[in-house]
């Protein structure tokens, strides 16, 4: 039972690193520095490693070894329609049912991300911003569409950010289009958030293909 508790505890705490951009694409995934990190034993590791596989968000390197995968542009535009389609589907039912403590929390995350960026913790961002999506899905009240939201790992499109390691320009921007995103959830205007959700994805997608 420990021995299952661990491999999932690794899985899910490598699956939100990789997404949120903390090991970046193409950055090695090492047994013993992870087990002793998360304090897991590696069994977990090379378990949750085989998951992450399977999956696609690590692949296997010539020479052994896992590696983050780097999405390919091709992957990167059917990304961005995969979040177009679930995204602004669950905007136009959360405008309809997000409770006023959703909205608060989707508004404090907007504040939060604005935060990490101004003190320059790019992790945090990352951090806020993925949240940000989730709540806004979440807001939908529909759990099945949650679910495969979670289910789809979801990564953010900053790839050339994490190439980077940081893009200020990129967080500002990003910050100005959830602040628009949000206000138009608070008004319930379905068409107006849509197209600013769009606008985002386009942009996001963009970016990381630069």
């Not at 958030?193 to 769009?198: E, Y």
Request: proline residues 1%; charged residues 30%; positive net charge.
């Amino acid at each position: 039972m420990e021995e299952r508790t661990q491999a999932e505890l690794a899985y899910k705490e490598l699956s939100h690193r990789i997404l949120i951009l903390e090991v970046a694409p193409n950055d090695r995934i090492t047994e013993q520095f992870w087990s002793k990190k998360l304090q897991v034993n590696r069994a977990a590791i090379r378990e949750s490693l085989t998951r992450l596989l399977g999956e696609g968000l690590v692949r296997q390197g010539e020479r052994g070894g896992y590696f983050v995968n780097e999405m390919s542009e091709a992957e990167i535009h059917e990304l961005r329609e995969v979040r177009e389609i679930l995204e602004t589907g669950a905007f136009a039912l959360a405008c309809e049912r997000a409770t006023a403590k959703q909205v608060k929390e989707i508004e404090e995350t907007c504040n939060d991300f604005a935060n990490f960026v101004k003190k320059g913790y790019f992790t945090g961002a990352h951090e806020a911003d993925l949240r940000f999506h989730q709540l806004l899905v979440a807001a939908s009240g529909n759990s099945r569409l949650v679910q495969l939201y979670q289910r789809s790992h979801i990564p953010l499109f900053h790839r050339r950010a994490a190439q980077m390691r940081v893009h200020l320009a990129d967080f500002v921007q990003t910050e100005k289009e959830h602040r628009a995103i949000f206000e138009a959830l608070r008004k319930k205007d379905k068409k107006q958030g849509v197209q600013f959700l769009k606008e985002h994805f386009n942009r996001g997608a963009k970016e990381a293909i630069l």
